[in-house]
C-alpha cells in the first residue's frame, strides 16, 4: 500500500526559483526557456544523455529490454497542466509551459524512483538477479524521491543549485532520504554547469 503524499506542496515549493539553474547540456538542447520551447523530442534527448552519463549509472541501474525502451517515452501532455511520469505507459508528459531543465530532473526523479534496480548475485548456482533499489510503497514525493532530486541536481546542475534545493527543503520542512550510494565504484566527475 502506496505512503501518503504528505511532502508533495513543499516539494513543488521548494523548486520554486530552481528554473534559473542551467547545464551546458540543458541550454544546448532545452535552449534558454526564452527565445523558443523545447520540443518533446529534445526533451527526450536530454534525458537520454543524462542517463548515459556516468555519474547517473554508477548510482542507479534501469532495465531495459525491447518492450521497455532505455528512457521513458516524452510526450506533450496534451489535456494536463502538470507534467507527470506515467509508470503504466512508461511516459513522461510534458505540457508545453513546464519543459525546463529542473522539471524535467523532477520526473526523472520518479521514474528513478519507481525503475531503479540493483543486480546482485543469489546463492542458487550464482544467479544474477534484480531487486527494486526503492521501497516500492514510497511516497510519490516522499524522502526517497527528495532524495533522488537532489543528487540528480548536485550532479546535473551543479553544487550551488543543490545548496540552493537543499536549502529550500529545510525552509520547507522536507524529509529527504540518505545520499544515493554508488552501485559500481567508479569516480566520475558531474556535468560543467553554467548559471544564468
Known amino acids: 500500500?502506496?505512503?501518503?503524499?504528505?511532502?508533495?506542496?513543499?516539494?513543488?515549493?521548494?523548486?520554486?526559483?530552481?528554473e534559473k539553474f542551467r547545464s551546458n547540456l540543458g541550454l544546448k538542447l532545452l535552449g534558454n526557456g526564452v527565445d523558443r520551447i523545447p520540443t518533446?523530442?529534445?526533451?527526450?534527448?536530454?534525458?537520454?544523455?543524462?542517463?548515459?552519463?556516468?555519474?547517473?549509472?554508477?548510482?542507479?541501474?534501469?532495465y531495459?529490454?525491447?518492450?521497455?525502451?532505455?528512457?521513458p517515452h516524452v510526450?506533450?501532455?496534451?489535456?494536463?497542466?502538470?507534467?507527470?511520469?506515467?509508470?503504466?505507459?512508461?511516459?513522461?508528459?510534458?505540457p508545453i509551459r513546464t519543459r525546463n531543465e529542473i522539471t524535467i530532473l523532477h520526473e526523472m526523479a520518479h521514474w528513478?524512483?519507481?525503475?531503479?534496480?540493483?543486480?546482485?548475485?543469489g546463492s542458487f548456482n550464482n544467479f544474477l538477479f534484480e531487486k527494486t533499489q526503492y521501497d516500492k510503497d514510497h511516497a510519490a514525493h516522499g524522502k526517497e524521491f527528495t532524495s533522488v532530486l537532489l543528487e540528480l541536481v548536485r550532479m546535473q546542475l551543479?553544487?550551488?543549485?543543490?545548496?540552493?534545493?537543499?536549502?529550500?527543503?529545510?525552509?520547507?520542512?522536507?524529509?529527504c532520504g540518505p545520499r544515493p550510494r554508488l552501485i559500481h565504484r567508479q569516480k566520475v566527475k558531474s556535468a560543467q554547469v553554467l548559471h544564468a
Open 112 to 121: 528513478i524512483v519507481d525503475m531503479a534496480l540493483i543486480s546482485t548475485w
Open 158 to 175: 551543479g553544487a550551488e543549485a543543490a545548496k540552493a534545493l537543499k536549502s529550500a527543503y529545510k525552509v520547507n520542512k522536507v524529509k
Open 64 to 71: 531495459h529490454s525491447r518492450h521497455t525502451p532505455s528512457v
Open 1 to 18: 500500500m502506496k505512503k501518503p503524499d504528505s511532502q508533495r506542496q513543499k516539494v513543488y515549493r521548494s523548486e520554486h526559483g530552481m
Open 40 to 62: 518533446t523530442k529534445e526533451c527526450q534527448q536530454y534525458i537520454k544523455k543524462v542517463s548515459t552519463y556516468k555519474w547517473f549509472t554508477t548510482r542507479w541501474y534501469i
Open 75 to 94: 510526450n506533450d501532455g496534451r489535456g494536463r497542466r502538470r507534467p507527470c511520469w506515467d509508470k503504466s505507459c512508461y511516459t513522461i508528459k510534458l
